[in-house]
T-cell receptor
Framework: DTGVSQDPRHKITKRGQNVTFRCDPI?????LYWYRQTLGQGPEFLTY????????KSRLLSDRFSAERPKGSFSTLEIQRTEQGDSAMYLC???????????FGEGSRLTVL | AQSVTQLGSHVSVSEGALVLLRCNYS??????LFWYVQYPNQGLQLLLK??????LVKGINGFEAEFKKSETSFHLTKPSAHMSDAAEYFC????????????FGTGTKLQVIP
């Protein structure tokens, strides 16, 4: 069991560019979550999947954000036309349906210049 | 909607002193409650969780928390602080029914003074 892995760990991009983050959950976990965390704040919920189904998406999430989990395994989070306000740590977590607790990856830090 | 409130964004204690980090929850159904710890530049690690089996929950690194329904609280304690406990701590809540997103508090940064 290698835990939740995220790639890339760091991404620097220019405003207006698109970026994509990948998350590989723990293999037997069927739930996958994306969160965003800015300095000094708690993780803010973005979206979550049960298998390949996206069950909930934050109302705060702009249309520039999209997430997929095509085969119920890894997931991608894409941000289109990045803005400086998108600079944050993007955290992925997975869980077993009945277990409750989330297992987090190390995060992908995005800096938009 | 479910939510948690953490009182005190920064807490300082002396090494060896009691650690008390406060969390109050708001949930319309019996909740699951969690405490996570985050060290600098790392992801979040589960300290302990409450799932209604017992009101006093013991976690890793000597931490424990008590679920008090009458006070809607789930405060985190440790009898004697270690320097290695310096980190940021997050309380989180998840509803036991319906869609099960986990909502986090704003965090409490714990400083341990030698």
């Amino acid at each position: 069991d290698t835990g939740v892995s995220q790639d890339p760990r760091h991404k620097i991009t220019k405003r207006g560019q698109n970026v994509t983050f990948r998350c590989d959950p723990i293999s037997e976990h069927n739930r996958l979550y994306w969160y965003r965390q800015t300095l000094g704040q708690g993780p803010e919920f973005l979206t979550y999947f049960q298998n390949e189904a996206q069950l909930e998406k934050s109302r705060l999430l702009s249309d520039r954000f999209s997430a997929e989990r095509p085969k119920g395994s890894f997931s991608t989070l894409e941000i289109q036309r990045t803005e400086q306000g998108d600079s944050a740590m993007y955290l992925c977590a997975s869980s077993i349906e009945s277990g409750g607790e989330l297992f987090f990856g190390e995060g992908s830090r995005l800096t938009v210049l | 909607a479910q939510s948690v409130t953490q009182l005190g964004s920064h807490v300082s204690v002396s090494e060896g002193a009691l650690v008390l980090l406060r969390c109050n929850y708001s949930s319309s159904v019996p909740p699951y409650l969690f405490w996570y710890v985050q060290y600098p530049n790392q992801g979040l690690q589960l300290l302990l969780k409450y799932t209604s089996a017992a009101t006093l929950v013991k976690g890793i690194n000597g931490f424990e928390a008590e679920f008090k329904k009458s006070e809607t609280s789930f405060h985190l304690t440790k009898p004697s602080a270690h320097m290695s406990d310096a980190a940021e701590y997050f309380c989180a809540v998840k509803n036991s029914g319906g869609y099960q997103k986990v909502t986090f508090g704003t965090g409490t940064k714990l400083q341990v003074i030698p």
